[in-house]
Structures are given as structure tokens and as C-alpha cells.
């Protein structure tokens, strides 16, 4: 119980500090290119779980409008569906 506390306290302190340094549209477009290729292309767990709870303070200080303004949804649907093609090859073949 208590690590889920700290971990909430951590997501509200990086949610602050997302909310509080991207101010300016233009850096939030580039803080969401950066976490999403970070989130599809990283080696790591870790690095990619963290760029998605990034990407989830980046969507709740924003507001949702975000996810169409930024095209979020839609790079996600697109990298799902490539990742499912890829594996249903490697099935096949």
C-alpha cells in the first residue's frame, strides 16, 4: 500500500513538472514526438513505461483535446497494427 502511494506521489510530481516546464505548444509538440519514439523504439521496460506515464501527464495537464490536436491515438492504433502484422508473419513463416 505504501509503494503505491509513493509511486502516486512521484506521477503528480513529474505530472507537475510536465505541466509546469511545457508551457508553450511548440515544446509540447516536441516533448510528444520525443516520448512517443522513445515509448515504440526503446530496448528497455523501463524507459518504455516510463515515457508512457510521461505521455499520460502530458495528456492530463494538457487536456484530452491533446490526443487528436498531437495525433496520438492514431500513432498508436498504426504501430498496434504493424506490430500485429509482423507477429502473425513470424507465425506463418
Given at each position: ?40 523504439k526503446s ?51
Open positions: 500500500m505504501v509503494s503505491y502511494i509513493l509511486m502516486f506521489s512521484v506521477f503528480m510530481q513529474v505530472n507537475f513538472f510536465v505541466i509546469s516546464y511545457y508551457n508553450h505548444q511548440d515544446d509540447a509538440a516536441a516533448l510528444v514526438n520525443r516520448l512517443m519514439d522513445q515509448m515504440m530496448e528497455k521496460y523501463g524507459e518504455r513505461r516510463g515515457a508512457a506515464f510521461g505521455l499520460a501527464g502530458l495528456v492530463k495537464g494538457f487536456g484530452i483535446s491533446c490526443l487528436k490536436k498531437y495525433k496520438i491515438v492514431v500513432t498508436l492504433q498504426e504501430s498496434l497494427a504493424e506490430r500485429l502484422e509482423s507477429l502473425l508473419l513470424h507465425l506463418y513463416f
